[in-house]
């Protein structure tokens, strides 16, 4: 065994040395990679055995590669407490989180379970309320929720789908057993990550990608374009994904997401509601739209019905969606149901509903709002977790084992001043995998979030694998974007068929792939022969559906056209002045004309130098800051 793998062994207490449970102060995490004697789980031998033959400077150098690669493709988050960075690469980590597919399907069915379980919730509290009834789900915190939307009362959807896409964040505790952390309903985001991560590891894991049987993920555009269809029952219905613009957090999503599923990405400024009916405005008239996936919190997405300040929605969108003229995906209101002071209550939701006991258990909650359990709190900061019921993204957490003791003060007066809006849970050490660092393969606390579908018919559809997060600083538990953590790949593996003797797989020649993996690299790029302008929806020939171009996109590309056409006479402004082809008459006709900031009674020579400086300094700049930045589209 190499020194790598001695590194990866030395994170990892064997059961012999493992000291009585009375003096063990620290869980040991679970480790993804290896068992507890050291060795490489079965599902993970052909990864193990390759980083065993790779050294440190190769893995950081592949890390580098996939940062490059993100950066061209400009696969960035948002930190908003940042003013002074607020655009970020995401950090990526290029060995792989290993799911064995047998335990896949305890995740998926549970998923399905859990997401089945939530959505009969918001139908319920919004309809009859007959678990609020029964005494299972006080109403008192369902109607205390913020997210808890009194427009969305009696109103009858066409397909009684609350949650069309939910994200599900899973951890897996001491034991190896996977919980539910949290649940995302409003409007979960990372898929764009997963699926990027997955085209670096076809790229630059190609070898190690082709040896192994690794369910995938790529078709999820397709799956998620299926799915929005499907919250309608009308015949090819036209979707667009409505975003806040390219200063929210998830911009790049948005347009990655509209880009492969080859629909409109609009704003709100692109839409108009006209007899209860929304449309888009396009250059060849308005276009009716059936299908909204909305990237927008709910107190945004219409300003006669929620936030009047909001320039962000559509003026009557909620009166076109009461009428039934047009779906919005996730529906307004679902954000209660991941109410985090509802979360507890989820393992009765799906007794009560669907009379089954939970596949997937959740981690023990206190709820501030009652007196014992706040006790309880105040007395243990120092040894839990304590969330915002409306927190997302890390912001506002307190985690006692790593918090000062000024930090635990602040947060309890918090605690004192509002304990409705606190939960706490006790500090799990989530479990860990090898990740490259600067000096080495060090194990990192990571996260699972597998992203969840659910079909106008009540089908519930998930891709096999999820969004894993690591938290990338040594012995933080805090695995969000926002608050330092990265990605990682994740494969779920067939090991249907892997024996004890498959530790050793059979390599295959540098150029030659098997059926499986050629049939899965043409297939991710099968969505190069599509049309790459989105196109009316309701036609029987595609070929005779219009082009789809908005307003709002023809006014940028109009800009954009003036601006390139002023870059080009500055360049050849530029040139002539270089070479010295241009008289001092004509010089004075430039100043006076194009608002050059020089005075023209200078020698020729002081005038060009000072034109030159003019040029590269201010009006070049200025006009490529409003070309890209400005008028972006």
């Keep these: ?89 995401i950090p990526f980590d290029i060995i792989p989180r290993i799911i064995a597919a047998s335990e ?78 949290e649940d995302n309903l409003r409007t979960p985001s990372g898929v764009s990550y997963m699926l990027e991560s997955r085209k670096i590891s076809e790229t630059l894991l190609s070898d190690q990608f082709s040896q192994s049987s690794i369910l995938g993920v790529s078709d999820y ?57 929304v449309y888009m405005q396009g250059i060849r008239g308005k276009v009716q739209v059936d299908i909204i996936y909305r990237r927008i919190d709910d107190p945004y997405i219409d300003p006669l019905a929620f936030r009047s300040d909001s320039i962000l929605g559509v003026s009557g969108l909620m009166s076109a969606y009461r009428a039934g003229n047009v779906v919005i995906v996730n529906a307004p209101g679902t954000g209660v149901a991941d109410d985090k002071s509802l979360y507890p209550f989820v393992p009765d939701m799906i007794k009560f509903y669907l009379g089954e006991e939970p596949i997937l258990p959740n981690i023990e909650t206190y709820q501030c709002r009652k007196p014992d359990e706040l006790k309880y709190v105040l007395d243990n900061l120092d040894k ?105 790949d994740t494969w779920v593996i067939d090991d249907s068929n892997l024996t004890s003797s498959s530790r050793q797989m059979v390599k295959k020649s540098d150029n030659q792939l098997d059926k499986q993996s050629i049939e899965a690299i043409t297939a991710s790029h099968s969505h190069y022969h599509d049309p790459v302008q989105p196109l009316e929806a309701g036609y029987e020939n595609p070929d005779n559906a219009p082009m789809i171009l908005l307003l709002s996109t023809a006014n940028h590309l109009v800009w954009l056209g003036r601006y390139s056409e002023r870059l080009y006479y500055y360049d050849s402004i530029i040139k002539q002045l270089v070479k010295g082809n241009i008289k001092k008459t004509q010089l004075q006709h430039l100043i006076n004309h194009l608002g050059f900031n020089v005075d023209p009674n200078q020698p020729l020579k002081s005038i060009k130098a000072q034109m030159l400086s003019d040029l590269e300094q201010d009006k070049i700049p200025n006009i490529v800051h409003q070309t890209i930045g400005e008028r972006q589209y």
């Design 104 to 181: 896949w399907r305890q995740i998926e069915a549970g998923c399905k379970q859990r997401i089945t379980a939530l959505n009969a919730f918001l139908h319920d509290i919004y309809h009859d309320q007959a678990i609020m009834k029964a005494g299972i789900v006080p109403a008192s915190y369902v109607y205390a929720s913020g997210c808890y939307e009194p427009w969305m009362i009696g109103i009858e959807l066409d397909k009684p789908i609350y949650s069309h896409i939910s994200g599900i964040d899973l951890i897996r505790d001491e034991s190896g057993r996977f919980c539910v952390l």
């Design 1 to 89: 065994m190499n020194q790598k793998s001695s590194q990866l062994q030395s994170q990892t207490t064997s059961s012999a040395d493992k000291p009585p449970k009375s003096i063990l102060k620290k869980p040991q995490s679970f480790d993804e990679l290896q068992n507890g004697k050291g060795q490489y789980r079965l599902v993970a031998s052909s990864v193990g055995n390759w980083l065993d033959n790779t050294s440190i400077d190769a893995l950081n150098h592949l890390n580098e590669q996939a940062a490059d690669i993100f950066y061209r493709k400009g696969v960035t988050f948002t930190v908003y407490s940042d003013a002074k960075n607020i655009e970020r690469m």
């Design 384 to 488: 839990l977790v304590v969330k915002e019921t409306q927190g997302s993204g890390g912001y506002g957490m307190l985690i006692g084992p790593t918090s000062t003791k000024q930090e635990i003060s602040d947060y309890r007066q918090r605690l004192l001043d509002n304990p409705a809006g606190f939960i706490a849970q006790p500090t799990i050490s989530l479990s860990t995998n090898p990740t490259a660092v600067s000096d080495g393969i060090a194990p990192r606390h990571i996260d699972l979030r597998p992203f969840i579908l659910s079909h106008g018919d009540g089908s519930v559809d998930i891709v096999p694998g999820g969004l894993t997060r690591v938290a990338m600083v040594e012995g933080s538990l805090v695995v969000n974007s926002s608050q330092g953590g990265g990605i990682k």
């Design 221 to 277: 555009p397709q799956r998620l374009k299926s799915c929005l269809a499907s919250s309608t029952s009308k015949y090819d219905p036209q979707i667009a994904i409505l975003t806040p613009g390219r200063f929210n957090s998830a911009y790049y999503e948005h347009a990655f997401l509209a880009h492969e599923m080859n629909v409109p990405l609009v704003h709100g400024y692109d839409l108009i509601v006209e007899d209860s009916k």
